[in-house]
C-alpha cells in the first residue's frame, strides 16, 4: 500500500486515478476537489473557453521568444 497525493482529482484523468488507486488498495489524498462543477457542463465548458481565449490573447500580446504553460482543469 502506498500513500499518493492527487492534485486536480476532481477532473476527469484525476479522478479516473483516485479510483484505480484506491481500488489497488492505496491510501489516496486528494486535497480541494471541488465537484460543483459537474453539475452544469455547460456552464463549465464555457468558463474553459473563455479562459483559454484570455490565455491566447496574452500569449499573443507577450514578448516573442515567451512561453507559457497552459493546465486544463
Known amino acids: ?9 476532481a477532473g476527469f484523468i484525476g ?7 484506491l481500488a489497488r488498495g492505496d491510501e489516496v489524498l486528494c486535497p480541494a476537489s ?12 464555457r468558463t474553459s473557453v473563455h479562459g483559454a481565449i484570455n490565455i ?10 515567451t512561453w507559457t504553460t497552459l493546465s486544463p482543469g
Open 1 to 9: 500500500m502506498k500513500r499518493v497525493l492527487i492534485t486536480g482529482g
Open 15 to 21: 479522478s479516473h486515478l483516485c479510483e484505480r488507486l
Open 34 to 45: 471541488p465537484v460543483h462543477y459537474q453539475f452544469d457542463p455547460v456552464q463549465t465548458t
Open 56 to 65: 491566447l490573447g496574452l500569449v499573443k500580446r507577450a514578448p516573442s521568444g
